[in-house]
């Protein structure tokens, strides 16, 4: 169950953001977009899909309650007692209100309905989240925090998605750039400051005046979703530099019309689902709190590297040796190899590469360091 929850978590993660990315796409003029095939079908699609990613978390929490109680009472319990269940509630209600308006006859023509339909989608990220381990921590401004964070990131991917998967040319190319590349880096700092939020509430409690965030990282490590945390962190920069390159780096050649640029966004776009994959992981895994690991097994990738078992409490330290220096030099390279690939001699397999062995090295950089 716990492995079929997080597959659909992650199929929610790209639903919210096609949704987002869809409907802005259709709100923007012909002129400054390539042309992107958006099917009407899609949303509705999407939108049952996101109704379903939030009632299956639901389902483990009723079964454990219906032994004692009946299936009946304890779906009811959950649903109006349970920050879960209601976040499916709400979601599922939002959702097919988007459900209901796609049903409509030429609704991607009705700029009213396509406000309405985006404004529904907020709603849902907003309702989504109150089941997040933010706001079940850190109250009200957790919940707000982690809505920013996941809406920021749908805006961000989402228009990513679209144009790299459903446009049919790079038609208006540099006048997409010109807009998408501002709303892209807003986005950013958005997902930045309140992931940096939602981050410190999730590793050590919330307001703990005797940890700061580097420590709580460290702390996390050997649990599940600090595993999950370090990856997505590192998946992000290998975003990063995509978006370096796509966004800044190519700009010129957008009106070289032997340049195809769809290849290089598919390949971003690669590494975004890596990242929505990574974060599938970390809402199913349990959040550590400030004292490390305790009463759990440690995560087998943790084990793997330092041989403790996890089974009492584990107080991690960080030590960066000769070992850890070196990866972390090898990574870097790396990375610059990534961008000098990509300005020099345009290589899509070379810089995907790179940017891989680059992920690699610095996590092994940072684990050999524990």
Known sequence: ???????????????????????????????????????????????????????????????????????????????????????????????????????TKGVKEKTGLLYVSLGLVAAMTASYSMAAHAASIGGASGHVFHTLHFLGASVWIGLLLMVSWFAVSKKNWGSFLRWYTPT?????????????????????????????????????????????????????????????????????????????????????????????ALTAAMGRAGTPNQEGTKGEEASFLYRAFTGESGSELIEVTMSFGPVSWMLGLIGSLFLLLTIASAVKRPSLSIVTAAGSLMIVSFYLAVMTAV
């Not at 009946?70 to 959950?78: E, H, L, N, R």
């Not at 050590?204 to 420590?215: C, H, I, Q, T």
Request: proline share 5%; charged share 10%.
């Open 184 to 276: 892209a880096v807003s986005s950013l700092i958005v997902v930045f400051a309140a992931g940096y939020f939602t981050m410190s509430v999730d590793l050590y409690s919330f307001g703990s005046p005797d940890m700061n965030a580097l420590e709580g990282y460290a702390q996390s490590l050997p649990s599940n979703y600090g595993q999950a945390l370090l990856v997505k962190h590192l998946f992000v920069i290998g975003i990063l530099l995509f978006a370096l390159v796509n966004g800044v780096l190519f700009r010129k050649k957008a009106g070289d019309q032997r340049f195809n640029p769809l290849p290089w966004t598919k390949a971003e776009s690669g590494f975004a689902l890596g990242a929505f």
């Open 1 to 103: 169950m716990g492995i079929l929850i997080g597959l659909t978590e992650l199929l929610l993660y790209l639903s919210f953001s096609l949704l987002m990315g869809s409907l802005i796409l259709l709100l923007v003029p012909d002129h400054l977009k390539p042309p992107v095939r958006i099917d009407q079908r899609l949303i509705q699609a999407c939108a049952l899909l996101v109704t379903f990613g939030s009632f299956l978390p639901v389902l483990p929490i009723v079964n454990l309650l219906a032994s004692s109680r009946g299936w009946g009472s304890a779906f009811i319990q959950v649903i109006f007692e349970f920050a879960v269940g209601r976040a499916f509630l709400l979601t599922a209600l939002f959702s097919m209100l988007l459900l209901l308006i796609w049903t």
